[in-house]
């Protein structure tokens, strides 16, 4: 299992990015797909998550309305579009698989997701 984020960078205040996560390794159409963020010197944040169909998708507070996540699962990939952007966004954003199949977890709950990709830096300058 191998997951891969890209897409991070320097940005000035209220500029966009785009986030992929690459997969392979597993059948993408049975797991969900969680986003998390790590600023420095804080913990580790679920930001997103994305169920397996891509019918659903969740939130943390703090990027509701800003964030979206999407997926491709005929690409293995996963989105996340990230708008609005504020210096607080800034941290190292990782994608994250859970140890099992569905979308029955505690989304924003690190433990519950047993691989992890390199994560990919997002700065936001003001």
């Known amino acids: 299992v191998q997951l891969q984020a890209s897409g991070g960078g320097l940005v000035q205040v209220g500029e966009s990015l785009r986030l992929s996560c690459a997969a392979s390794g597993f059948t993408m159409d049975d797991y969900a797909i969680g986003w998390f963020r790590q600023a420095p010197g804080k913990e580790r944040e679920g930001v997103a998550m994305?169920?397996?169909?891509?019918?659903?998708?969740y939130y943390a507070d703090s990027v509701k309305g800003r964030f979206t996540v999407s997926r491709d699962n005929a690409r293995n990939t996963v989105y996340m579009q990230m708008n609005s952007l504020k210096p607080e966004d800034t941290a190292v954003y990782y994608c994250?698989?859970?140890?099992?199949?569905?979308?029955?977890?505690?989304?924003?709950?690190?433990?519950?997701?047993?691989?992890w990709g390199r994560g990919t830096l997002v700065t936001v300058s003001s």
């Open positions: 994305i169920t397996n169909s891509g019918h659903r998708t």
């Open positions: 994250a698989r859970p140890s099992t199949p569905g979308n029955r977890l505690l989304w924003g709950v690190a433990a519950e997701y047993e691989y």
